[in-house]
Antibody, heavy 120, light 107 residues
Framework: EVHLVESGGGLVQPGGSLRLSCAASGFTFSMYSMNWVRQTPGKGLQWVSYIFRSSSTIHYADSVKGRFTISRDNDKNALYLQMDSLRPEDTAVYYC?????????????WGKGTTVTVSS | SYELTQPPSVSVSPGQTAIITCSGDNLGERYVSWCQQKPGQSPVLVIYRDTERPSDIPARFSGSNSGNTATLAITGAQTMDEADYYCQAWDSDTAYVFGTGTRVTVL
């Protein structure tokens, strides 16, 4: 069965850093592009970052560009999000989501999310 | 930046058809997908590539996309379909874009 499990969330002060991880299982991780998507409490979904299956192409939302870094380790079936210079507005549930096979432009599998709280 | 707009809420009686719209410039030229999110749960894909349905999604869910508007229809809506629904598209400048979300109430 296909699974994505996020970890690494927690409480951090403004200006601090966190590293999120997403462990993938049940599919050939290296064949799929991946995304991070976040959701502020009571609000909608916001796409954060995308990484191509070989890491050759990476995209960021303007709101996190220059502060967040997405990466992956295909040998470990893992996706990461390094978050630096965190702000209160980064408080959200962060989901990792798999893109459909090929350059498909949709997300077909989602994890349960990990909560990041940025507060003093 | 590219934007997708949805109505905040849609209400429908059980057994009736719920229609959720998603509007964006020349949206019909892009592939649109839809996901369902129930309270406290992760999103679930219900429609992709405008009209395709994952194998585990009931046939009462259908999609279309033309001009500036994509539509998700729930034909014969059930109380279990109460959820937030988000459209999503890809933009070459913005990458992934989500719609503003629509809360569907079945009562």
């Amino acid at each position: 069965e296909v699974h994505l499990v996020e970890s690494g969330g927690g409480l951090v002060q403004p200006g601090g850093s966190l590293r999120l991880s997403c462990a993938a299982s049940g599919f050939t991780f290296s064949m799929y592009s991946m995304n991070w998507v976040r959701q502020t409490p009571g609000k909608g979904l916001q796409w954060v970052s995308y990484i191509f299956r070989s890491s050759s192409t990476i995209h960021y939302a303007d709101s996190v560009k220059g502060r967040f870094t997405i990466s992956r380790d295909n040998d470990k079936n893992a996706l990461y999000l390094q978050m630096d210079s965190l702000r209160p507005e980064d408080t959200a549930v962060y989901y990792c989501a798999r893109e459909g096979i090929g350059s498909s432009y949709y997300m077909d599998v989602w994890g349960k999310g990990t909560t990041v709280t940025v507060s003093s | 930046s590219y934007e997708l707009t949805q109505p905040p809420s849609v209400s429908v009686s059980p057994g009736q058809t719920a229609i959720i719209t998603c509007s964006g410039d020349n949206l019909g030229e892009r592939y649109v997908s839809w996901c369902q999110q129930k309270p406290g749960q992760s999103p679930v894909l219900v429609i992709y590539r405008d009209t395709e349905r994952p194998s585990d999604i009931p046939a009462r869910f259908s999609g279309s996309n033309s001009g500036n508007t994509a539509t998700l229809a729930i034909t014969g809506a059930q109380t279990m379909d109460e959820a937030d629904y988000y459209c999503q598209a890809w933009d070459s400048d913005t990458a992934y874009v989500f719609g503003t979300g629509t809360r569907v109430t079945v009562l």
